[in-house]
């Protein structure tokens, strides 16, 4: 396990003893969603709500686009709720990779002219309402990636932002940058090492 | 496993990791995957960049009343269909067989392509007095398509599964989860590379499809989801 998994499962039961009298965590309102309960299926849409839109925003530039895009995320879980594998990331992060690939599938239907990523860089505002099993050490991490975001070459954050947030392949992304596949492939991997050099997750090879 | 192919493989991880890797590549990126413990540390590590990426896109609220919106789409979906309402089903599948646009609520039935494409679909079903004909996508737990489930309502009814999902081999379980909570088993998928198809007739309608599933020890559980009937309960 590396050390940023490690200190964010130790922030999660610090976290857990605190809350565990008045709020649930993000697995057992996955499973009430699953269940079928209305009142758990509301306040899982609540507690993911404002990231599920804001990503979908994020990309799609398009409020009404957007909410539909946020609404089928949240029906894809409820319908795939029991595939869902905590040992393959987060609930947050499950969501919010469906969340991309719906609204890259939207990108792609409608060919219009994307975003300009570095719209989608400007990704610095710190979470209104932190979740309650992440804000100890969230705040840590989004720091250190901002700031090697901010400092990877601008045509290495371009490339790495339209891969991760817009769904593009490093093909598309060779098409919408005029490069070459290798040099877009290159410019995706240069970033990926850096930003992971930055959370400090080791290469245990 | 040679030296060439580990390096090849250790520089498409990210690409994996980011979800943008399709194809041959997608293929060779798994099966070196399946073998090579290493190389998975190293995709996991990747992965969580990728996680920590995406939790960094800005929080917006939606609009008032959406919560109510999503709620209320769930338990009108959750309804058991009833007999009788094929009509309004085959209008819900023929929104999914026009894929997400369709659900995007765009209007698509007003150009004269899409009204000689209607009529070229009537005539097909005509063929052999069926009443529909659609399609739905079958993905992986992440929302990835990774192959198609085509559907026909006639006599018989019957359903013909298109997986694509490299490098996967060998059998693969195929099951249908009915509208009534029945499981009928319906063959095994014989995957070739990730690839493999199944034909089988229905001992009922289409609209007894609630779930299909193609499961196995290496494509893992792939599912079709039917869409709700429009306006049910």
Redesign the interface.
Same mark, same amino acid.
Request: charged share 25%; proline share 6%.
């Given at each position: 396990m590396s050390r940023l998994r490690r200190k964010r499962r130790q922030s999660v039961e610090r976290d857990q003893r605190y809350i565990s009298t008045w709020a649930l965590t993000d697995e057992s309102l996955l499973a009430g969603l699953a269940s079928g309960d209305p009142e758990q299926a509301a306040a899982f849409v609540r507690r993911f709500q404002g990231r599920v839109y804001g990503l979908a925003l994020a990309v799609l530039h398009d409020p009404a686009a957007a909410e539909e895009v946020a609404q089928e995320t949240f029906l894809r879980v409820w319908r795939h709720a029991d595939a869902y594998d905590p040992r393959r990331g987060r609930v947050a992060t499950w969501l919010l990779t469906i969340t991309r690939n719906l609204a890259s599938d939207v990108l792609r239907l409608r060919r219009s002219d994307p975003v300009d990523p570095e719209d989608l860089v400007a990704l610095a505002d710190p979470s209104p309402d932190p979740h309650p099993e992440e804000k100890l050490v969230a705040e840590e991490s989004r720091r250190a990636l901002l700031r090697a975001m901010s400092e990877l070459p601008e045509d290495q954050r371009r490339a790495l932002v339209m891969a991760a947030f817009q769904g593009r392949t490093a093909r598309e992304i060779g098409e919408l940058e005029g490069i070459p596949l290798g040099t877009a492939k290159t410019r995706i991997r240069s970033a990926m090492l850096k930003l992971r050099s930055a959370l400090e997750v080791p290469d245990e090879r | 496993m040679s030296g060439n192919r580990s390096a090849h493989v250790t520089?498409l991880l $990210?690409?994996v990791?980011?979800?943008?890797?399709?194809g041959e590549e997608r293929g060779a990126a798994l099966a070196h995957l399946a073998g090579c413990a +290493?190389c998975r +540390?190293?995709l996991?590590?990747?992965?969580?960049?990728?996680?920590?990426?995406?939790?960094?896109? $800005?929080? =917006?609220? $939606? $609009?008032v009343g959406?919560?109510d919106?999503?709620?209320s +789409?769930? =338990?009108r +979906? *959750?309804r058991s269909r009833s007999p009788g309402r094929l009509r309004r089903t085959v209008v819900a599948l023929a929104a999914a067989l026009l *894929?997400?646009?369709a659900?995007? *609520?765009v209007a698509y039935l007003a150009t004269k392509e899409q009204r000689e494409f209607s009529e070229l679909y009537a005539r097909a079903l005509d063929m052999a007095g069926g009443s529909y004909f659609g399609a739905l996508p079958l993905?992986?737990?992440? *929302?990835?398509s990774l192959g198609h489930v085509f559907g026909y309502e006639g006599e018989p009814s019957w359903v013909f599964v298109v997986v694509d999902s490299p490098p996967a081999s060998g059998s693969h379980r195929v099951t249908l989860l009915t509208q009534k909570g029945k499981v009928l088993e319906l063959g095994t998928i014989e995957l070739r590379a990730g690839k493999g198809t199944l034909g089988a007739a229905l001992p009922g309608k289409l609209q007894m499809l609630k779930v299909l599933r193609v499961s196995g020890p290496e494509a893992g559980?792939l =599912?079709a989801?039917a869409p709700p009937s429009e306006g049910e309960g």
């Amino acid at each position: 396990m590396s050390r940023l998994r490690r200190k964010r499962r130790q922030s999660v039961e610090r976290d857990q003893r605190y809350i565990s009298t008045w709020a649930l965590t993000d697995e057992s309102l996955l499973a009430g969603l699953a269940s079928g309960d209305p009142e758990q299926a509301a306040a899982f849409v609540r507690r993911f709500q404002g990231r599920v839109y804001g990503l979908a925003l994020a990309v799609l530039h398009d409020p009404a686009a957007a909410e539909e895009v946020a609404q089928e995320t949240f029906l894809r879980v409820w319908r795939h709720a029991d595939a869902y594998d905590p040992r393959r990331g987060r609930v947050a992060t499950w969501l919010l990779t469906i969340t991309r690939n719906l609204a890259s599938d939207v990108l792609r239907l409608r060919r219009s002219d994307p975003v300009d990523p570095e719209d989608l860089v400007a990704l610095a505002d710190p979470s209104p309402d932190p979740h309650p099993e992440e804000k100890l050490v969230a705040e840590e991490s989004r720091r250190a990636l901002l700031r090697a975001m901010s400092e990877l070459p601008e045509d290495q954050r371009r490339a790495l932002v339209m891969a991760a947030f817009q769904g593009r392949t490093a093909r598309e992304i060779g098409e919408l940058e005029g490069i070459p596949l290798g040099t877009a492939k290159t410019r995706i991997r240069s970033a990926m090492l850096k930003l992971r050099s930055a959370l400090e997750v080791p290469d245990e090879r | 496993m040679s030296g060439n192919r580990s390096a090849h493989v250790t520089e498409l991880l $990210p690409e994996v990791a980011l979800g943008g890797i399709a194809g041959e590549e997608r293929g060779a990126a798994l099966a070196h995957l399946a073998g090579c413990a +290493r190389c998975r +540390r190293d995709l996991e590590a990747h992965a969580e960049v990728v996680d920590e990426l995406l939790l960094l896109a $800005p929080e =917006r609220q $939606p $609009p008032v009343g959406f919560e109510d919106q999503v709620v209320s +789409r769930m =338990r009108r +979906r *959750g309804r058991s269909r009833s007999p009788g309402r094929l009509r309004r089903t085959v209008v819900a599948l023929a929104a999914a067989l026009l *894929g997400a646009t369709a659900a995007l *609520g765009v209007a698509y039935l007003a150009t004269k392509e899409q009204r000689e494409f209607s009529e070229l679909y009537a005539r097909a079903l005509d063929m052999a007095g069926g009443s529909y004909f659609g399609a739905l996508p079958l993905t992986d737990a992440e *929302g990835r398509s990774l192959g198609h489930v085509f559907g026909y309502e006639g006599e018989p009814s019957w359903v013909f599964v298109v997986v694509d999902s490299p490098p996967a081999s060998g059998s693969h379980r195929v099951t249908l989860l009915t509208q009534k909570g029945k499981v009928l088993e319906l063959g095994t998928i014989e995957l070739r590379a990730g690839k493999g198809t199944l034909g089988a007739a229905l001992p009922g309608k289409l609209q007894m499809l609630k779930v299909l599933r193609v499961s196995g020890p290496e494509a893992g559980v792939l =599912r079709a989801v039917a869409p709700p009937s429009e306006g049910e309960g």
